[in-house]
Nanobody, 122 residues
C-alpha cells in the first residue's frame, strides 16, 4: 500500500502565493506520474498540473504562467508552487500518483491524497 500525504493549503489573499507538497510513502518501486487535481464546491474534479518521471509537465490553461509543478524523485515528493492566486483557484487540491510496487513492477496502481483546502479571499 501507498499513502500520499499533502500539506501546504490554507487561506491567502488574491495575488498571494502558496506551496503545496505531497509525499508518497509505502511500498514503492517507482512513480512514473504525479499530478495535482482540484475540485471546487459543486464542480467536477479537474487536472491542474502533471509531471512524469522524465520531467515533461503539463498545465491547465487557467494556471499556466502562475503555477509550477516540480518533483523530488529521491523523496517521492511532488510540489505545486502557486503564485498570483485568484479567488477562482479556491478548491480542495488532491495529489495523484501512479505507482509501481516492488512486488508488481509491471503494473501501475493509482493513489489519491486526502485533499488540502486552498481558499483565496480578501
Amino acid at each position: 500500500q501507498v499513502q500520499l500525504a499533502e500539506s501546504g493549503g490554507g487561506l491567502v489573499q488574491p495575488g498571494g502565493s502558496l506551496r503545496l507538497s505531497c509525499a508518497a510513502s509505502g511500498s514503492i518501486s517507482s512513480i512514473n506520474y504525479m499530478a495535482w487535481y482540484r475540485q471546487a464546491h459543486g464542480n467536477a474534479r479537474e487536472l491542474v498540473a502533471a509531471t512524469t518521471s522524465g520531467g515533461p509537465t503539463n498545465y491547465a490553461d487557467s494556471v499556466k504562467g502562475r503555477f509550477t509543478i516540480s518533483r523530488d524523485n529521491a523523496k517521492n515528493t511532488v510540489f505545486l508552487q502557486m503564485n498570483n492566486l485568484k479567488p477562482e483557484d479556491s478548491a480542495v487540491y488532491y495529489c495523484y500518483a501512479r505507482v509501481r510496487s516492488p512486488s508488481a513492477i509491471w503494473r501501475s496502481d493509482v493513489y489519491w491524497g486526502q485533499g488540502t483546502q486552498v481558499t483565496v479571499s480578501s
